[in-house]
């Protein structure tokens, strides 16, 4: 009795449709649902170190791995992010659908996904709950403070359809004279040296290959005004997503991070930003008059340069 390791992959991932899973959640469910033929596999090896369970489920998650792209040349609805670890999912919709669904209904969490992935309903993250998130790992993990910079507020005297190629997300200052000396950054000061540097950042709930290039240079547009411009996702699917987005980004210079919407301390930046020297202040400029929110952050990143100091409170307002 072998086990086919196949045919059990595909059978999880349509019994559970649009259900993402780690190589290892499905090696532990093979485990535990084909005890026989686990069994076999076992008594098949010529590894001693498979005589552990751990061993053995690591075993087939790695074999899940390396026979992925042969699986997804035979069954187009098996699909997998890129994100790393990868995870593993069955959905007949395209691209387009994926995005618009995502877009309209929100991303499902994933933890809830594999708790009790037969419930009907699953509580839904959107858009508005990845700006808190992606706030908390900035300020964490990269010492940026970033402020919500909410489209509603504008004036709209570009027209609506121009705001999402003007307007950022989010955006944000870095201070670069945290850890240094009372001496150094009153020279620094006194010399009118960069003190700061200025972030941007759009968010998606999902990248594929439908909206990855309208994403990109949706986002190359709003953060000329930046030293740097980062296009945040928290899930990107597709194998030529990424690759796409390499060549975007050593052409463009945007960067990319993978927000972790159920520990943002684990967030990744993918692909770094390249640092932008001359800035774009007629850009800045169009911010200011359309969108009251930007200017409170010209605000807050003056009274930085005039005080050397950064008031972290005024920064730690909800989105």
Not at 58 to 71: F, K, L
Not at 85 to 94: A, I, L, T, V
Not at 130 to 143: N, P, Q
Not at 211 to 222: A, C, G, L, P
Request: proline fraction near 4%; aromatic fraction near 8%; glycine fraction near 4%.
């Amino acid at each position: 009795m072998s086990l086919d390791l196949r045919k059990r992959v595909i059978e999880r991932l349509k019994s559970t449709p649009e259900v993402h899973y780690k190589a290892r959640d499905l090696a532990v469910w093979i485990f535990e649902n084909y005890p026989k033929e686990c069994a076999q596999k076992r008594a098949n090896s010529a590894n001693p170190l498979l005589q552990e369970d751990s061993a053995l489920i690591q075993q087939i998650a790695a074999e899940i791995g390396a026979h992925r792209p042969v699986w997804q040349s035979k069954y187009p609805a098996l699909k997998t992010t890129e994100s790393r670890p990868r995870r593993y999912y069955w959905s007949e919709k395209n691209d387009d659908q994926a995005v618009e669904q995502a877009e309209t209904e929100g991303l499902t969490s994933e933890l809830n996904q594999l708790a009790a992935p037969t419930q009907a309903a699953s509580p839904k993250i959107t858009e508005h709950d990845l700006y808190s998130l992606l706030k908390a790992y900035l300020v964490d993990a990269l010492t940026v403070y970033s402020l919500r910079i909410n489209e509603k507020r504008s004036s709209n005297k570009s027209g609506a359809g121009a705001n999402k190629w003007l307007h950022p997300d989010l955006v944000g200052i870095e201070d670069l004279t945290q850890s240094w000396s009372k001496q150094l950054k009153e020279l620094v000061g006194a010399a009118q040296d960069q003190r700061a540097r200025l972030w941007s950042f759009e968010v998606k709930l999902l990248l594929n290959r439908s909206n990855i290039r309208e994403s990109y240079f949706q986002t190359v547009s709003n953060s000329s005004w930046a030293n740097f411009g980062y296009l945040v996702a928290a899930t990107i699917e597709g194998d030529d997503t990424l690759k796409e987005l390499n060549v975007l980004a050593a052409a463009h210079g945007i960067g990319l991070i993978q927000l972790d919407v159920e520990t943002p301390t684990e967030s990744q930046i993918l692909i770094p930003a390249r640092e932008r020297n001359e800035l774009d202040w007629g850009t800045a400029n169009r911010l200011a008059e359309e969108n009251p929110d930007f200017i409170d952050f010209l605000e807050r990143v003056t009274r930085f340069h005039q005080t050397g100091k950064m008031i972290t409170i005024e920064w730690k307002q909800k989105s």
